[in-house]
């Protein structure tokens, strides 16, 4: 299994990640606010379709190694965020919810768990992306919260997240130019 993101339609990118488990712990870092916030975003989530979320993004704590934001996302220095709308929710499997945009312009991400042993399979798809940047940008920064993710379930200090942002943000241009 490859740490990268498959592009499996013109608007859809998948990844699959091995966590330590139990489901139960990977469901937590999905749904609760403080967990979520260590490797993604904090807010609250309605467990519940139709339940609202908020996803307040600081991805400049997400390390303890300082580093400059690129200029292109220093005007996100201070935090940025959105709401969104869950579209399925079956825990602690499966759960869907709406990923910024307009009203009616929204892409889905959809986080599925299975055990297998004492670890868990993530497979994230994240659909109805608009267009190429968004695919770049998505992701650039999936590979890279879910890489902080893995490191906050193993309890191990994460790398930093710009650094590793840019770096596959580039890797991605190359990916997806050759895909």
Known sequence: MSDYGIVTAADT???????????????AFLTESDKRARWLASGPMELRVGGGVELVFRNSELSSSPEVIPDKYRKYQDG?????IVTRCEPPCLLSHTWGGNKGEESEVTYELTPQGDRV???????????RAAMLSVSGGWHTHLDILVAQLEDRTPGPFWTTFGRLETEYETRLQAG
């Open 80 to 84: 940025a965020g959105f709401t969104a």
């Open 13 to 27: 990118v998948r990844f699959e990640r091995l966590l330590p488990g139990p489901i139960e712990r990977v469901w």
């Open 121 to 131: 399979r993530l497979v994230l798809t994240h659909r109805r992306l608009g267009g």
